[in-house]
């Protein structure tokens, strides 16, 4: 059976420019290993916090939330209610429990977002500031992109990582 390619791989992605390329690999690459790894994953373990680290609950929230915050910082916007509030969950179950379909469906919805904003990206954008957070720290719309997509790699590594480790322990 021949391996599988990785999403980079595969060739360019279409209507995405040159430069935001390694962007979009990343990203899709991220959704294709989450959705396998997150496939029967038991909810019971969705909190479970080993050795004090993050659960994978959190990473499958804060994956969601950066993408979509970092991506509002990119196109020039401040953060909405919304996003503050979602960002207050983060590590936290919702009143009614959720499932871990939910929380991967939501990182796949972001990500479909995240896409379409990098379809719409103009190449000559790509070196304005841009101010983070409150404190307007200083960035440009690169910096934020690429800043998304090794934030995103960084936290699947750890996700799968806590996964396995908390598989191994109820094992």
Do not use: C
Not at 25 to 31: D, E, G, M, V
């Amino acid at each position: 059976m021949a391996q599988k390619l990785e999403v980079w791989q595969r060739g360019p992605l279409p209507n995405i420019i040159p430069m935001l390329q390694p962007v979009a690999h990343a990203l899709l690459q991220a959704r294709e290993e989450i959705n396998e790894y997150m496939d029967s994953y038991p909810v019971q373990l969705l909190w479970v916090r080993p050795a004090g680290m993050a659960s994978v609950g959190f990473h499958l929230q804060h994956l969601t939330g950066v993408l979509d915050r970092v991506f509002t910082y990119a196109i020039g916007k401040p953060l909405s209610n919304f996003q503050f509030e979602q960002l207050a969950e983060e590590g936290s179950d919702s009143i009614n429990g959720y499932q871990v379909i939910d929380l991967v469906e939501r990182f796949n919805r972001q990500v479909d977002t995240a896409m379409g904003q990098l379809m719409t990206i103009d190449g000559d954008t790509l070196t304005q500031y841009r101010g983070v957070g409150r404190a307007g720290l200083p960035s440009t719309v690169i910096g934020l992109l690429v800043h998304a997509a090794e934030h995103t790699m960084r936290h699947v590594g750890q996700l799968m990582v806590t996964a396995a480790v908390i598989k191994g322990l109820k094992n």
